[in-house]
């Protein structure tokens, strides 16, 4: 495979797969954001490899570069600090020259925190979006939450700790109640997944805290046709079904309050 898109942990150094390992021992020459960093995992691992930097001020140069020698064989193991290269870390590019060229590209999957922070907020669903770094201005943030709002879906972003607060207090100030995690340090000793409205959270974090971050923003329940589900209710009641039990059964399926919509069929009979 003469380029190898190979993920690295986002934390404990433990999580990575043999298959990346095999492959960042055989290759010609590692691509890496850090080569410190690299280095360091490596070595963890009893790995000696030719490192290489690739990071985003060197990316052009480097496809430039690389293109030709993975046309005349070369192994190339492409990494970044941490994750998957390409997902909002150095990679894209030369993975889509690669191709280009008519390349062979291979992925070797592992570690995410994407994946990783959406499955541990308990807020995953069939589907969700990821939104990479929040924008940094306020307007830009208020268009962003009107947007997710109106999604049913929950979002996955990366935000730094030194913008966490400012970040969760817009977040509440829109969406006060709308579920969310903030996801520190995953995978990690200091390991943290805080869960609760975005008006909790906004108040469990006034001060920046430590660590990388990902933060999940659950999905908004859809429009609810109030109308229909009294509609409902008396459907229920006229085929002999207590209304106080009817009104339970209909709140419970559209996510209502069992006491308004009891209230609420009881005037509009």
Not at 35 to 42: D, E, M, Y
Not at 79 to 85: C, E, F, K, M, R
Request: include cysteine; proline fraction near 6%; charged fraction near 25%.
């Amino acid at each position: 495979m003469p380029l190898a898109v190979c993920a690295t942990p986002i934390g404990n150094l433990e999580d990575i797969t043999l298959r990346v390992l095999r492959e960042l021992g055989e290759a010609d020459v590692v691509l890496c954001e850090d080569t410190r960093h690299t280095r360091g995992l490596l070595e963890r691992h009893g790995i000696r490899a030719r490192l290489l930097s690739y990071h985003r001020h060197n990316e052009a140069t480097r496809v430039a570069e690389l293109v030709p020698r993975l046309a005349a064989g070369e192994r190339v193991a492409l990494v970044s600090d941490a994750g998957l290269p390409g997902i909002n870390d150095p990679g894209a590019r030369l993975v889509a020259a690669a191709l280009e060229a008519g390349l062979s590209v291979t992925v070797l999957p592992g570690p995410s925190a994407v994946g990783t922070a959406l499955v541990a907020s308990g807020l995953a669903g069939e589907r969700f979006q990821f939104l990479g770094y929040l924008p940094r201005g306020a307007k830009a943030l208020g268009e962003l939450w009107a947007e997710l709002g109106r999604s049913e879906h929950p979002a996955v972003a990366f935000e730094s700790p030194k913008r966490l607060p400012a970040t969760l207090r817009s977040l509440a100030a829109a969406l006060p109640e709308r579920q969310v995690a903030v996801c520190r340090e995953l995978t990690k000793r200091f390991e943290e997944v805080a869960r609760g409205t975005a008006g909790e959270l906004a108040e469990r974090f006034p001060e920046a805290p430590k660590g990388e971050l990902t933060l999940v923003v659950g999905g908004g329940r859809p429009e609810v046709d109030e109308g229909a589900a009294l509609d409902a209710v008396k459907e229920l009641v006229g085929a002999g079904v207590p209304r106080r039990q009817a009104a339970d059964v209909v709140a419970r399926l559209l996510s209502l309050s069992r006491n308004t919509l009891y209230r609420e069929s009881l005037q509009s009979d």
